[in-house]
């Protein structure tokens, strides 16, 4: 059974055919996480991250997932690898080992995207080397970063401010990243169409999904409408999740892989 390297299904598995989930839990402590609510929410959606308790400690986790890539490393190489489901992968407490698997699947040939709530990692000295490309190795064509937009920075009280991630989005833009919003989940459908139309200068791909967990009368028909025009008026490549296509009574869709978007 695999531990670090998965195939995800469902609403997760239409950002990625593959994924590697090393922690559990988030300090940016989002109220509407789905992790924290559920079945799983004892397993899932504590504040503070730690390491899956299938890992006896970090080592041990890096063996595993390389382990893990290099078993299934043709199909990787024909894929992408997403971090991460379960957590942040780039905030303080996950960085180090998250960055450390990130670099080893590169060497080996393997594209990875990255979603985070955090601006500040680039100050970090192993992502400092990929994002000056400085190393001899062109990071951009292997690694994608992306974050989530909500416009709600009070609902996201550990993370740094949606603002600074769409700043963090356009430096990494500038100097040759493939870089995506995750517009999920949409809590206020005006605020998520302002993130779009902030980050529409600096982004590749949006990806939109509605909120885990919350009736159809959550939102008002108009508002939803509303917002999907004022996204299409942006003219970004925009992946609408089978959460939204459902609730507008549209054709799925089917995932676009950020990788083949030219820049």
């Given at each position: 059974?695999?531990?670090a ?39 899932m ?11 006896r ?43 450390k ?104 791909l ?8 919350v ?38 869709q ?10």
């Open positions: 059974m695999s531990k390297i998965y195939k995800p299904k469902g609403k997760a598995g239409e950002y990625a055919e593959w994924a590697c989930n090393l922690y559990v839990g988030c300090s940016n402590d989002c109220s509407y996480c789905y992790c924290k609510k559920g079945v799983l929410s004892h397993a959606g504590g504040p503070e991250p730690k390491l899956k308790s299938c890992f400690n970090e080592r041990h986790a890096f063996e595993t997932f390389v382990n893990e890539l290099d078993a299934n490393i043709d199909a990787l190489r024909q894929s992408s690898l997403f971090f991460t489901f379960s957590s942040d992968p780039l905030i303080p407490e996950t960085r180090a080992l998250n960055v698997c990130i670099e080893y699947a590169i060497m080996r040939g393997v594209r990875c995207q990255v979603l985070t709530k955090n601006a500040d990692f680039i100050q970090d000295e192993a992502l400092r080397i990929m994002v000056s490309n400085t190393s001899g190795l062109h990071y951009g064509k292997f690694l994608a970063f992306g974050f989530t937009l909500t416009g709600c920075d009070d609902l996201e009280p550990g993370a740094s401010s949606n603002n600074e991630r769409i700043n963090a989005m356009r430096l990494l833009h500038s100097i040759g990243f493939r870089t995506f919003a995750s517009l999920e989940p949409v809590v206020v459908p005006a605020k998520t169409a302002k993130m779009a139309r902030m980050a529409a200068d600096c982004c590749d949006y990806k939109v999904g509605l909120q885990s967990g009736p159809k009368s959550y939102y008002a028909e108009e508002d939803i409408f509303e917002m999907v025009h004022e996204i299409e008026q942006t003219g970004v490549k925009t992946y609408y999740k089978h959460s939204l296509t459902s609730y507008l009574n549209h054709e799925e089917e995932p676009v892989d950020i990788f083949e978007i030219i820049i």
